[in-house]
Nanobody, 117 residues
Framework: QVQLVESGGGLVQAGGSLRLSCAASGSGFTINVMGWYRQAPGKQRELVAIITSSGSTNYADSVKGRFTISRENAKKTVHLQMNSLKPEDTAVYYC???????????WGQGTQVTVSS
């Protein structure tokens, strides 16, 4: 079965940067869409950014101009470069990958991002 492993979370000062990574294990499948979600204390989980197999991207309004999503298809890996971080970016960030042929939806374990003021 496919497993997603996340890395790169941590504690940073406001204005700093972090780079999250998520890699899928296994073979014999294709990930069509990769994305990042986050859940802050007291809030619902929300979409942060997505990227398709063709490289098309979409971002939440709150992170546009600050975050960049990218993927490495050969490694089945997705990254999220987060710049100019704000305290309101503090949340648990979850990697998500969708495989349309297998009608499968995979999630990472979550990684904590904390931005101090």
């Amino acid at each position: 079965q496919v497993q997603l492993v996340e890395s790169g979370g941590g504690l940073v000062q406001a204005g700093g940067s972090l780079r999250l990574s998520c890699a899928a294990s296994g073979s014999g499948f294709t990930i069509n869409v990769m994305g990042w979600y986050r859940q802050a204390p007291g809030k619902q989980r929300e979409l942060v950014a997505i990227i398709t197999s063709s490289g098309s991207t979409n971002y939440a309004d709150s992170v546009k101009g600050r975050f960049t999503i990218s993927r490495e298809n050969a490694k089945k890996t997705v990254h999220l470069q987060m710049n100019s971080l704000k305290p309101e970016d503090t949340a648990v960030y979850y990697c998500n990958m969708k495989a349309y042929y297998h009608r499968s939806d995979y999630w990472g374990q979550g990684t904590q991002v904390t931005v101090s003021s």
